[in-house]
């Protein structure tokens, strides 16, 4: 088993190492990540400036770019060899409901999926990053779980948040769908020493609105939940609807 390791924490963050041990309790693992923080960097691609990949450790590299520019370099170029898995994260923070759309670590995954490569993004929703370690168990087992299947769908990925308690507490697993998520005050407006107006996304507050069957629900309730993605966003309930709006008349 050949794994690529990634993330968008940048190649120092704890889950990143957290996650590259339990790959390799299963395989041959290559980490090749982002040299700083990229998250909220979604499915950036990287093509107007020339990309860096220094090799940092025995199987190591960091790339100057985001994690899909990882993922892409390391496939196309990198590596010596194809990898039969691609993980990313594990996340310093939350990856759920509307999250999925400006993760770097959940497009990392996607970027390999692009590729033909079965993918899985990983999340812990807590703050406290050095709490990720103690996951590696649950984390091991887990992937391990995901990795024997030979009937991985393609075009898809695996969305997975580990919940915000101690590991030896997890319920269990639940496979889930999205939840949905309510940002309240999230642009803060300041003024910078020169009097000018600027502006900060991403302060204010958090609020999950998720039923039971929900990545939210789940982990609020001490499962660890695992979230099917797939590329497809057509609508495919509304073709006919919008068909009949007579767009071409
Ligand atoms: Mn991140």
């Known amino acids: 088993m050949r794994i690529l390791c990634t993330n968008d924490d940048g190649y120092l963050a704890t889950g990143l190492s957290v996650l590259a041990r339990a790959a390799r309790e299963l395989?041959?693992?290559?980490?090749?990540?982002?040299?700083?923080?990229?998250?909220?960097?979604s499915h950036s691609l990287t093509m107007r400036l020339p990309l860096r990949a220094q090799r940092v450790d025995d199987g190591v590299y960091r790339v100057d770019g985001t994690p899909t520019d990882c993922v892409a370099l390391a496939v196309g170029e990198l590596l010596d060899w194809r990898p039969d898995f691609v993980l990313s994260g594990v996340n310093h923070g939350a990856n759920m409901g509307e999250d999925v759309l400006y993760s770097g670590t959940v497009a990392g995954?996607?970027?390999?999926?692009?590729?033909?490569?079965?993918?899985?993004?990983?999340?812990?929703?807590?703050?406290?990053?050095?709490?990720?370690a103690g996951f590696l168990p649950v984390?091991?087992?887990?992937?391990?779980?995901i990795v024997s299947r030979d009937d991985f769908p393609a075009e898809t990925l695996l969305n997975v948040n580990?919940?915000?308690?101690?590991?030896?507490?997890?319920?269990?697993?639940?496979?889930?769908?999205?939840?949905?998520?309510?940002?309240?005050?999230?642009?803060?407006?300041?003024?910078?020493?020169?009097?000018?107006?600027?502006?900060?996304?991403?302060?204010?507050?958090?609020?999950?609105?998720?039923?039971e069957g929900t990545d939210f629900h789940a982990v609020d309730n001490g499962y660890v939940s695992v979230t099917p993605l797939h590329l497809d966003l057509t609508n495919h309930a509304l073709l006919s609807d919008v068909e009949e709006w007579g767009l071409d008349g």
């Open 162 to 211: 580990l919940p915000d308690i101690p590991p030896e507490e997890v319920r269990g697993v639940r496979v889930t769908a999205l939840a949905r998520r309510v940002y309240t005050d999230s642009i803060t407006r300041a003024t910078d020493p020169r009097g000018r107006p600027y502006y900060w996304i991403g302060g204010g507050g958090v609020e999950w609105s998720g039923a």
């Open 109 to 132: 995954a996607m970027e390999a999926t692009i590729l033909g490569i079965p993918a899985v993004a990983i999340s812990y929703i807590g703050s406290e990053s050095d709490r990720i």
């Open 27 to 41: 395989g041959d693992v290559r980490v090749v990540a982002p040299d700083r923080e990229q998250s909220a960097s």
């Open 139 to 145: 984390l091991t087992r887990l992937i391990s779980r």
